[in-house]
């Protein structure tokens, strides 16, 4: 029974606490109201604290026991997506019988206050007592129509939220299949070459790229990874292109051990590692070199301690080099899905540093 009844506060778009603590406080407003009242007017008797505290609290705190049956009427205008008079007449019916009950309850707690102090207790079918049950339900019913309207505004703010969370991680995972289908359609392409030429090298490729396949379809749905699994997956990838093109390329790492439990993007680096691979080892004939780094760092810029990521790779300068023309969606694609993570707070930047050293970094906050 408790847990039933406890079910339809927990349900509220407010928490209870915060519902009580919201009637407190536009209690004291209106008991602070009512003693500069009596000032102004000087009547001639004192300001009972005691007694206006306890009439004007039960007032409101009375509504924080009434807001299941408030919530529900939200729930009722919130179903008026057309207008249909029945709805609209069951909602305001139900606004008048609540706003009755709420001032009904009151004005009986007002008159046993008023019987404890004073010995007294009127009439309730008096005719002073009826005149201020309906004055006092008009009341009522306007301040039940803006708690309604409170419930409204916060239960479209947690929708608007809600919907706000889905279309980016639709719109991540839209950038994330832009990655994974070319990654993959160039790997086979690669495996393919060299069928003919070198089967021992080709089945090792197929192999490396079993193992990737199943690392995407594990991670597939999650949009946060640790480093360790990200690096895992960028060894894998690396060591299918050094299956390809043997000592045409070195590859070492500087990674710190404590940024191995921090959390990025999935597949956020793979990009910057397929352009190195691309554009720095495909056209080099040896002596190619990869370097990738994950360190933490203060950054000036962001004024905290950082995780840096780099790679930089050496650039075929020779004279008949044509560099090929790329798209650029890969680092279009890493731009978008760090602004949609990480809204301003991150840095960026793909550049050669010489005509023969080129770098990628991002700057990201730490996230454990």
């Known amino acids: 029974m ?34 500069t009242n009596h000032l102004i007017n000087d009547y001639n008797y004192p ?15 009375l509504w924080v026991i009434l807001t299941p049956l408030v919530y529900s009427l939200t729930k009722v205008i919130q179903s ?38 004073s010995g007294y207790l009127k009439s309730f079918l008096g005719h002073n007592s009826l005149v201020v049950l309906i004055i006092g339900s008009f009341s009522s019913f306007i301040e039940l129509l803006v708690i309604i309207a409170v419930f ?45 030429i070198d089967t021992k090298n080709a089945q090792k490729m197929l192999s490396k790229l079993g193992t990737l396949l199943r690392h995407i379809l594990e991670y597939d749905a999650e949009q946060m990874v640790s480093v360790k699994d990200e690096l895992g997956f960028i060894k894998d990838y690396l060591d299918l292109e050094q299956v390809r093109y043997k000592d045409r390329v070195t590859i070492t ?31 080099t004939v040896d002596n190619g070199e990869i370097k990738i780094g994950i360190q933490l760092e203060h950054n000036d810029i962001m004024h905290e301690d950082a995780l840096v990521l780099h790679i930089s790779n050496t650039f075929n300068t020779h004279k008949n080099y044509v560099k090929p023309i790329g798209t650029g969606t890969g680092l279009i694609n890493i731009k978008k899905r760090l602004k949609q993570f990480y809204d301003t707070k991150y840095l960026f930047s793909a550049d050669f540093e010489t005509p023969e050293l080129y770098r990628a970094k991002m700057v990201l906050p730490i996230i454990e």
């Open 2 to 35: 408790h847990k039933k009844l406890f079910s339809y506060y927990s349900n509220l778009p407010i928490a209870l606490k915060k519902l009580v603590l919201a009637s407190l406080l536009i209690s004291l407003f209106f008991i602070l109201k009512a003693y």
């Open 47 to 61: 300001f009972s604290w005691l007694l206006t505290t306890l009439k004007i609290s039960i007032t409101y705190l």
């Open 80 to 117: 008026l997506s057309h207008f249909k008079l029945y709805i609209l007449f069951q909602f305001l019916l139900g606004c008048v019988i609540l706003a009755l009950c709420h001032q009904l309850i009151a004005s009986r707690f007002d008159d046993l206050i008023n019987y404890a102090n």
């Open 152 to 196: 409204l505004a916060f239960d479209y703010q947690k929708k608007y939220l809600a919907n706000q969370k889905a279309l980016i991680a639709s719109q991540l995972n839209a950038l994330r299949m832009q990655l994974q289908p070319h990654f993959l359609f160039n790997t086979l392409h690669s495996i393919a070459a060299m069928i003919d």
């Open 253 to 283: 790492y500087d990674i710190a051990k404590e940024a191995m439990h921090l959390k990025i993007p999935n597949m956020i680096f793979q990009p910057l590692v397929e352009n190195a691979v691309k554009y720095g080892i495909i056209p």
